[in-house]
């Protein structure tokens, strides 16, 4: 079993949607990241949590680290969303998910 | 603010030869850590370096090692090649340490094992 799933692997929706994508992790950990890879492209990071939540533009991210869950959202998609989402958690090293490819058709 | 420079943008080698990757990070961050890509594996931790001391180091062989010097700049090489090294080689930087802060990546190297 992986130490973090991400779920769902493959998502499309259509512009202005709400777009939810979860993180699961097995271990203790530190730190949470969501990063953006868009194809062939370079990453970017989304946020860095430890607790709580996050809000940037239309992303928000939370983490409940007793549940060891964590969730992405993002609000009013756009196709300029279209990407793979990673999450990557942090106990003595990164550890990553295998990502959720996301689609957004106009 | 100048990004995360990572060099060469691509490299082929053959099998047994060895490689040298360089990344750059940015200017203030001490913190630099090596990840490997591949379609297969997905992303995974080499090591990272902070301070010019590796702090970590991922489940990858002795053939691959790193170093950072005293502006930073890091070097991550990989000797006696196999193909099953052919992969997007990937470095960050950042303010702090261990995970705790904001991750910077570069575009990476794309290595080609032939």
């Known amino acids: 079993k992986n130490e973090v799933e991400q779920s769902p692997q493959n998502l499309t929706a259509q512009e202005g949607e709400f777009i939810t994508i979860n993180c699961s992790y097995s271990v203790g950990i530190s730190a949470l990241h969501w990063l953006q890879q868009h194809p062939g492209g370079g990453i970017v990071s989304l946020f860095m949590?430890?607790?709580g939540k996050k809000k940037h533009g239309r992303l928000i991210a939370t983490i409940n680290i007793q549940e060891k869950h964590s969730s992405l959202h993002i609000t009013a998609s756009h196709p300029r969303d279209s990407a793979v989402y990673i999450c990557?958690?942090?106990?003595?090293?990164?550890?990553f998910g295998k990502g959720t490819l996301l689609t957004v058709n106009p | 603010k100048a990004g995360v420079t990572q060099t060469p943008r691509y490299l082929i080698k053959t099998r047994g030869q060895q490689v040298t990757l360089s990344c750059s990070p940015i200017?203030?961050?001490?913190?630099v850590s090596w990840y490997q890509q591949t379609p297969g594996q997905g992303l995974q931790f080499l090591f990272e370096y902070f301070s010019e001391t590796q702090r970590n180091k991922g489940n990858f062989p002795g053939r691959f090692s790193g170093r950072q010097f005293s502006n930073s700049r890091s070097e991550m090489n990989v000797s006696t090649l196999e193909l099953g090294d052919s992969a997007l080689y990937l470095c960050a930087s950042s303010l702090e340490d261990r995970g705790r802060g904001k991750l910077f990546f570069g575009s990476g190297t794309q290595l080609s094992v032939l």
């Open positions: 949590l430890s607790s």
């Open positions: 200017s203030g961050h001490r913190s």
């Open positions: 990557a958690v942090f106990n003595y090293k990164l550890t």
